[in-house]
């Protein structure tokens, strides 16, 4: 499910499940993005990143979707442990290699 | 060693304080930066350093002020800060104009009294 207004919004899975977690960016000459995952008490940590001249990218156990025509990333996590509860945050960069905004956060919520 | 140091993890100040925050990095990386994060929100970009020299400053109030001493080391130095400065505190540090990920330390946890 998810939440609105003042929190941020959450999606809960069942572990095992594949879970989709989305972004809107907003700037179109942004040509660099990257998800990371932050858990409670720590610092972003890196995912994945995609550059604006491609539309998807594998990693492990993770892909990246970009459509640049409406300005939107996606996370996909196949077969979410429950490792994988944390806030995730999709960022852009603004300036080349210099300017990481980041986007508004999901929370992740994996039931065993 | 791909890490982002961040000392102190924790700090608790009084607005007439002056204390300085932290950060290390090794990664030969010549691109830092300073983050703000309240609770429930995303990191805000507040300081970028490129090559040791301030590139990006998003109009953040003068009572902080960063320092970067050496391309391994960057500093947030806090005076007269104010209760809804409490935040948490985040460095990074990545290569300059290379598009590639930036590195976050742990963060500082930073309460003001």
Not at chain 1, 84 to 105: H, R, W
Request: charge should be neutral; hydrophobic fraction near 35%.
């Amino acid at each position: 499910g998810e939440s609105v207004g003042l929190h941020l919004p959450t999606l809960s899975v069942q572990e095992g499940d594949n879970s989709i977690i989305n972004c809107a960016y907003s700037n179109s000459a942004s040509d660099y993005f990257i998800w990371y995952k932050q858990e409670s008490g720590k610092g972003p940590q890196f995912i994945i990143d995609i550059r604006s001249n491609m539309d998807k990218r594998q990693g492990q156990r993770v892909t990246v979707l970009l459509n640049k025509t409406v300005k939107h990333l996606s996370l996909q996590i196949a077969a979410t442990q429950p490792g994988d509860s944390a806030v995730y945050f999709c960022a852009e960069d603004m300036e080349y290699g210099n300017k990481l905004v980041f986007g508004a956060g999901t929370i992740l919520r994996v039931k065993s | 060693d791909t890490e982002v140091t961040q000392t102190p993890k924790h700090l608790v100040m009084g607005m007439t304080n002056k204390k300085s925050l932290k950060c290390e990095q090794h990664m030969g990386h010549r691109a830092m930066y300073w983050y703000k994060q309240k609770a429930k929100k995303p990191p805000e970009l507040m300081f970028v350093y490129s090559y040791e020299k301030l590139s990006i400053n998003e109009s953040v109030p003068s009572r902080f002020s960063p320092e970067c001493p050496n391309s391994s080391l960057l500093n947030l130095h806090l005076h007269a800060l104010q209760p809804e400065d409490s935040a948490l505190y985040l460095c990074a540090s990545s290569q300059e104009y290379s598009n590639t990920e930036a590195f976050f330390g742990q963060g500082t946890r930073l309460t003001v009294v």
